[in-house]
């Protein structure tokens, strides 16, 4: 067992072109090489989270489907299949080593309400604690918008930063991250570690190759962005290899590292919700001066520096901060509303519409909020 400080609360994602077949259903063979890699980890007394996709890829067969499903009710009503196959099947693995393990099923509602966030986050750290394995999925059934493009990706990048991991390791059908698109590009170079995401990174990623998963390498990106931010190491290898989890947690496997600098890593677990999960109700135009003031020097936002308001919204809700071109500048908490922000400027002076302890100023961060 590893000594107390080497123990790590991993938060690993597995996509569904890892865990299925062929044919598009749960293969048993991947599964089990899965969860004796997390077993290993649990046996060295590491904390372990697992993002699963698959609900839908395990569920389309069972449904009558020969293709995956196109349609939303379809999807929803495969996941609805395949998420109790896929969970039966994890907990009767992880009980055959002596592990319990537990469902988790969240939307983005569960996120942008900080109440419900914080709650999320309690039930997580209760299970933990007990030694339990959680096994977290979008909740496909129910939800209308994020059964598309990269949804696990992100998703596990934002439990991460929940539960204030030690590393994420998303796992996929690729070794890593490329300069280029290795499927064409047969000199496509491996990056074995970046410590920025630049825009001639994203670029030269790709989408998914995958006819069963819904990610693809942009959206990798969008979560590691996340990850970076958060202060969190993250690692992007491909499934299958022996021992890629166990490895990556000890910086000895094939793949991709991303390496939080000091100058990336700047959000505190508060800002994260800000930044990445609460969903803006209003924006505020600010003056260049008030811009200047909060980038620069992290000084508040006062009523003297509010060229407008748009939208409603009431007293502590996060709203989006535009310069006099609206562009974005950052996220914010309001002390006041926007009706009593407006009255303010026929005269009535209000100090510290937004605290500079709760203003997230840097535009690449301010970015992914909704993703």
Same mark, same amino acid.
């Given at each position: 067992?590893?000594?107390?400080?080497?123990?790590?609360?991993?938060?690993?994602?597995?996509?569904s &072109? %890892?865990?299925?077949?062929?044919? @598009?259903?749960?293969s048993?063979k991947? *599964? +089990? /090489?899965?969860?004796d890699?997390?077993?290993?980890?649990?046996?060295?007394?590491?904390?372990?989270?697992?993002? &699963? %996709?698959?609900?839908?890829a395990? @569920?389309?067969?069972?449904l009558g489907? *020969? +293709? /995956?499903?196109?349609s939303?009710?379809?999807?929803?009503?495969?996941a609805?299949?395949?998420?109790?196959?896929?969970?039966?099947?994890?907990s009767?693995l992880?009980l055959s080593?002596?592990?319990?393990?537990s469902?988790?099923?969240?939307?983005?509602d569960?996120?942008?309400d900080?109440?419900r966030?914080?709650?999320?986050?309690?039930?997580?750290?209760?299970?933990l604690?007990?030694?339990?394995?959680?096994?977290?999925?979008?909740?496909?059934?129910?939800?209308?918008?994020?059964?598309?493009?990269?949804?696990?990706?992100?998703?596990?990048?934002?439990?991460?930063?929940?539960?204030?991991a030690?590393q994420?390791?998303?796992?996929?059908?690729?070794?890593?991250l490329y300069?280029?698109?290795?499927?064409?590009?047969p000199?496509a170079?491996?990056?074995e570690?970046v410590?920025?995401i630049?825009p001639?990174?994203?670029?030269?990623?790709?989408?998914?190759a995958s006819?069963?998963?819904?990610?693809?390498?942009r959206s990798?990106?969008?979560?590691f962005?996340?990850?970076?931010?958060?202060?969190?190491?993250a690692?992007l290898?491909?499934?299958?290899?022996t021992?890629?989890?166990?490895d990556?947690?000890?910086?000895k496997?094939?793949?991709?590292?991303?390496?939080p600098?000091?100058d990336?890593?700047?959000?505190?677990?508060?800002?994260?919700w800000?930044?990445?999960?609460?969903?803006?109700?209003?924006?505020?135009?600010v003056?260049n001066?008030a811009?200047?003031?909060?980038?620069?020097h992290?000084?508040?936002?006062h009523?003297?520096?509010?060229?407008?308001?748009m939208?409603?919204?009431?007293r502590g809700?996060?709203?989006?901060?535009l310069?006099a071109?609206?562009?974005?500048?950052?996220?914010?908490?309001?002390?006041?509303?926007?009706?009593?922000?407006?009255?303010?400027?026929?005269?009535?002076?209000?100090?510290r519409?937004?605290?500079k302890?709760?203003f997230?100023?840097?535009?690449?961060?301010?970015i992914?909020?909704?993703?």
């Open positions: 067992m590893a000594p107390d400080t080497m123990r790590k609360r991993v938060v690993i994602k597995i996509g &072109s %890892s865990l299925t077949s062929m044919h @598009g259903e749960i048993r991947k *599964l +089990e /090489r899965l969860v890699e997390v077993v290993h980890l649990k046996d060295d007394g590491h904390e372990v989270l697992l993002v &699963s %996709s698959g609900a839908v395990a @569920g389309y067969r069972k489907c *020969l +293709e /995956r499903p196109s939303l009710p379809e999807k929803q009503a495969a609805s299949i395949g998420q109790g196959l896929l969970v039966e099947a994890y009767e992880f080593h002596g592990y319990v393990a469902q988790i099923l969240i939307t983005r569960d996120f942008s900080e109440k966030y914080n709650n999320v986050r309690n039930t997580i750290n209760v299970l604690e007990r030694g339990i394995v959680p096994i977290i999925n979008e909740n496909d059934t129910v939800t209308i918008d994020r059964l598309k493009f990269g949804d696990n990706d992100t998703l596990s990048a934002k439990v991460a930063g929940l539960v204030n030690n994420l390791v998303i796992l996929s059908d690729i070794d890593g300069d280029d698109n290795p499927h064409t590009n000199h170079k491996l990056l570690n410590e920025e630049t001639e990174i994203e670029a030269g990623a790709g989408d998914s006819a069963v998963g819904t990610g693809g390498m990798k990106l969008d979560a962005k996340i990850t970076m931010a958060s202060g969190i190491p690692f290898g491909k499934a299958g290899i021992n890629i989890i166990y990556s947690i000890h910086s496997a094939k793949g991709t590292y991303f390496t600098t000091d990336s890593a700047n959000l505190d677990q508060k800002k994260q800000i930044a990445f999960n609460s969903g803006p109700e209003g924006e505020i135009v003056s001066f811009k200047d003031g909060m980038i620069e992290s000084k508040c936002l009523s003297d520096g509010v060229e407008h308001v939208g409603y919204f009431q809700s996060v709203v989006r901060l310069d071109d609206e562009q974005e500048i950052g996220l914010g908490i309001v002390n006041y509303s926007s009706e009593e922000i407006k009255a303010s400027n026929s005269g009535e002076e209000l100090q519409i937004i605290e302890d709760g997230v100023c840097h535009l690449e961060i301010a992914p909020v909704g993703v």
